[in-house]
């Protein structure tokens, strides 16, 4: 395997589907323990590497050479192996998160941004907020902010979700309700699967701009793929990969009552979207 994804539990990644649709090299998906991280990385047959939770940081020693970038975040989500075997880390999420707030207009300039979260991508997050002009304040379980005394910054602007809390399979799960929040503007959520969250959904319920972290994935997906290949990936294929992996993951449910039809306009609906049918009925049958 000559470039992947490291991390704990990668069940609920895109990653893979993402670089291949870019087509340029075979990727996986490579779950570690935090017992077997060294090892791999400096002695695994690997090109390139993305990294995700919770090894951002944790990969950081094991790299001969860091970008500007990433030095000054404090967190690595992309390695490299060069031809002399030395090993560069890089941040691409930065890229990544800058799209998904350009995607909807998102102005950090003399903002309060509530950063929900205080691992490696709220490190990265609060970097964009910075060079962007703004006022980041790190939510934690046990820091000066945290859960405990949200009510301090029911003034903020923005939101910004950077835990896996709402991330497949614990989808029930929402960090905070922004009903607490009557000033915030725009909410931005990091977490790509599903690719609206609950906290995703009360937002467009509530009105309020939001974006959700698939647009994320991409961007940083491809900037990681122009490091890998060493050659330029454009811009546009952000929305393309975008929009292509969500009609290849995107289903629709239908429920109700015995007898009212759901079959019938389930077949119909799957035919004219060119989606496979399935009806739970007869699976539960053959089980």
């Not at 670089?19 to 779950?31: A, N, S, T």
């Not at 970038?69 to 890229?95: H, Q």
Request: aromatic fraction near 6%.
């Amino acid at each position: 395997m000559r470039f992947g994804l490291i991390g704990r539990r990668l069940s609920h990644s895109y990653s893979k589907l993402i670089h291949e649709k870019l087509g340029r090299y075979r990727y996986g998906l490579i779950p570690l323990e935090a017992d077997e991280l060294e090892s791999f990385v400096l002695g695994g047959d690997w090109a390139g590497l993305n990294v995700t939770i919770p090894y951002k940081q944790d990969v950081i020693p094991l790299c001969d050479e860091l970008s500007d970038r990433a030095r000054r975040i404090g967190s690595i989500n992309t390695l490299v192996r060069r031809d002399d075997g030395t090993i560069f880390g890089d941040n691409t999420d930065y890229d990544g998160f800058c799209a998904m707030a350009d995607e909807i207009g998102v102005d950090f300039a003399e903002k309060k941004v509530l950063i929900l979260g205080s691992g490696g991508t709220s490190l990265t997050v609060q970097a964009v907020v910075a060079d962007r002009g703004g006022q980041s304040v790190v939510v934690s379980r046990s820091g000066e902010n945290h859960y405990g005394n949200l009510h301090l910054h029911s003034d903020a602007d923005i939101i910004v979700n950077a835990t896996p809390v709402g991330m497949f399979p614990d989808t029930d799960a929402r960090p905070v309700d922004l009903t607490d929040f009557p000033a915030c503007r725009a909410v931005l959520d990091v977490i790509y699967n599903p690719f609206y969250s609950r906290l995703i959904l009360q937002a467009r319920k509530l009105g309020i701009a939001c974006n959700g972290g698939l647009t994320m994935l991409v961007a940083q997906a491809i900037r990681a793929a122009e490091l890998f290949a060493g050659i330029p990936v454009p811009d546009g294929l952000i929305r393309g990969i975008r929009e292509d992996l969500m009609s290849d993951l995107f289903n629709i449910v239908i429920i109700g009552m015995p007898g009212c039809g759901k079959t019938t306009v389930g077949k119909q609906l799957a035919a004219e979207m060119g989606l496979d049918f399935a009806d739970t009925d007869e699976a539960v049958e053959q089980a």
